[in-house]
């Protein structure tokens, strides 16, 4: 059973009907997509090389941008459910509420009431699926369309509104952007400047199109991405002259802003690399100097029905108010509840620290399966290339306690030693020394500080000696569906 479909459910959905195994994929909504299909916001393009983007049994040759609109990621996506033949697996509009091990298997309860039971649980439930909203005094009182990014109300027009937008992370940064060159009135408020990047978003060449159609020709170009990443993410890691040389040229994109003032309100005061890179298409920097935009960095002290009321007493009056405010990233598979082993419960064990074995596997839930689980590479591969390396090896383990008849946990030793493993390399990364959301409640950041061959090497080959093996018997029918 796999719950989700988007492109971890979709991916890994698609392996399993090669691999002739019996699944289900629930889905809460009624497409699939995930991410693809809840952001609609105006701005919205894949911050990777839109090849990058792509499940790799499925090329797409005619991407319009380097970096793909949103609205083209989710046509690929709906494109590859529909020739995949993937939405007969699928029930949509069926959210699964809880999940038990019991008697070797998992036992699922839908939100509508219905049961289902499975040999192995595949939640493929995104990272950054459930919307944050901001804790602020009067939120309720606004009188005028409010709305979170992930859930834009197309209905209202950009233009004869006074836009106000929450955030100044990824989506806060592009909706301001867009917004800002339709000539919509627009205030940002920014509590924290982030470093942004400046890139160009040309179309690809039609030569370049046709090139990649030629045999072996888009396997090539795909190893050669591979190998730009590897060693391009090095920065990441270690401190020295690339990382100094980046943050140099990141300082140098805030030189277009002419007015000093605006300038000191929209230079981070951390370092390069600590939060996500938002990305900018149509030069941000430049579209909030125009005559329709303000930046607002005096902090919102509540929220009043016709606007936002500022630290220091200011209204700034609004027609309407976006919550960029981002995603709850370390509910993964919660608010499911979730029982492996004994009755012991997710929120129990994840209690003092969110843990994962390899990103994809916890000890004492058996036959549970994670994609893009804790520790996953979320902020140094594109999500596709990740999924395929835990995808592969979550294969082979279906497959080993398929032949085995049994179920399949890491170990708690094992475990340990992964953590401890990636403990040791967090000191020096971008990602310590500063707030961002990918810290846990302990600090720890939750994503991969090693080399990007490191993952991979990871997960090419099964450690038999970090696993544990529960028996759950000879059942009617043998084959053990997913
Ligand atoms: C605005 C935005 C922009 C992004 N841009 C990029 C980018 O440019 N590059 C990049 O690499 N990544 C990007 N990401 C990260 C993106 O989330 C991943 O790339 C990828 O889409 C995750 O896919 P997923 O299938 O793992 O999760 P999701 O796309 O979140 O899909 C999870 C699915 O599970 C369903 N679901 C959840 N719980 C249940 C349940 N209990 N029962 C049934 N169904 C359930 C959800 O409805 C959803 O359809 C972006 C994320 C956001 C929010």
Not at 248 to 276: M, Q, W
Not at 411 to 418: L, R
Request: hydrophobic share 40%; net charge positive; proline share 7%.
């Amino acid at each position: 059973m796999v719950v989700g479909a988007g492109i971890a459910g979709l991916f890994i959905a698609e392996k399993l009907k090669r691999a002739r195994i019996d699944f289900t994929v629930y889905e809460k909504a009624g497409e699939v997509g995930g991410t693809w299909r809840d952001n609609t916001y105006p701005g919205l393009f894949v911050d990777v090389l839109s090849r990058q983007y792509e499940f790799p049994f499925q090329p797409n040759y005619d991407w319009s941008r380097k970096y793909a609109p949103a609205p083209e990621i989710q046509a690929y996506i709906k494109k590859v459910a529909d020739d995949r033949d993937l939405r007969k697996y699928i029930r949509f509009n069926e959210e699964i509420a809880e999940a038990r091990f019991a008697d070797g298997r998992w036992h699922v309860k839908t939100a509508k009431g219905a049961t289902d039971v499975a040999d192995v649980f595949i939640a493929a439930t995104g990272f950054l699926s459930k919307p944050l909203y901001p804790e602020i005094e009067g939120r309720e009182t606004f009188a005028g369309p409010a709305f979170h990014s992930a859930r834009w109300d197309h209905s209202v027009p950009y233009k004869g509104k006074r836009w106000g937008i929450i955030g100044a992370g990824c989506s806060g940064i592009q909706i301001t952007e867009a917004l800002a060159w339709e000539g919509a009135e627009v205030t940002q408020f920014v509590r924290r400047p982030q470093w942004i990047h400046i890139r160009e978003n040309p179309q690809p060449s039609w030569l370049h199109r046709m090139w990649l159609r030629m045999p072996f020709a888009y396997r090539l170009e795909q190893r050669k991405l591979w190998k730009m990443i590897s060693v391009m993410d090095r920065w990441r890691l270690q401190p020295g002259p690339q990382r100094e040389a980046m943050q140099r040229e990141y300082a140098r994109y805030l030189d277009v802003i002419a007015d000093p003032g605006l300038k000191k309100k929209l230079t981070p005061e951390f370092h390069l690399g600590c939060t996500r890179i938002p990305k900018s298409d149509q030069n941000y920097y430049q579209a909030v100097q125009l005559p329709n935009v303000h930046i607002e960095s005096r902090g919102i002290s509540r929220i009043v029905p016709n606007g936002v009321v500022l630290a220091d007493g200011t209204l700034a009056e609004l027609d309407v108010l976006v919550y960029a405010t981002g995603f709850d990233a370390h509910a993964y598979m919660r608010p499911m509840k979730i029982a492996g082993l004994n009755g012991t419960t997710i929120d129990e064990v994840w209690k003092e620290r969110i843990y994962s074995y390899g990103g994809i596997a916890l000890p004492g839930f058996p036959n549970l399966f994670m994609l893009y689980g804790p520790f996953s590479p979320v902020n140094n591969v594109p999500v596709p290339i990740g999924l395929d390396q835990e995808i592969a090896y979550i294969m082979q383990l279906i497959k080993l306690a398929r032949d085995r008849r049994v179920a399949i946990a890491p170990t708690a030793e094992a475990t340990q030693k992964f953590l401890a493993r990636l403990d040791a390399a967090f000191p020096g990364t971008v990602w310590v020394g500063c707030r961002n959301w990918y810290a846990d409640q302990s600090g720890t950041p939750i994503l991969w500080p090693l080399p990007q061959d490191e993952h991979k090497e990871f997960f090419a080959r099964i450690a038999t000696e970090d696993l544990e093996f529960f028996p759950v018997g000879q059942r009617e029918g043998s084959a053990a569906a997913a």
